[in-house]
């Protein structure tokens, strides 16, 4: 689940989602939803995702983040347009 705040993250683990997608927080933020979702639900997998780049991934890893994800390694990718001619 999707979620952009503590308060979403809690109600979404308490629900019984498995993985909880923290998006868009800041690295201090992220780092105290993480823990409050783990302590409350330890048993949870917690995903950072948004804005993350990697000059700035060792801000989001922590000991309650189990997964990181970085849109930047494919929406930033250069194109390559190649034709194969038979």
């Known amino acids: 689940v999707e979620c952009s705040s503590t308060a979403e993250a809690l109600a979404a683990a308490g ?21 409050q979702v783990k302590a409350a639900h330890p048993g949870v997998t ?4 948004g804005g993350i780049v990697l000059e700035t991934l060792p801000q989001f890893l ?6 990181v ?7 930033s ?10």
């Open 69 to 75: 994800s970085m849109g930047c390694l494919t929406h």
């Open 15 to 35: 629900a019984g989602a498995d993985i909880i997608l923290l998006d868009n927080l800041a690295p201090q933020e992220l780092h105290e939803a993480a823990a």
């Open 77 to 86: 990718a250069p194109a390559l347009d190649f034709a194969l001619r038979v």
């Open 62 to 67: 922590g000991p309650h983040i189990d997964v």
């Open 46 to 49: 917690v995903e950072a995702s």
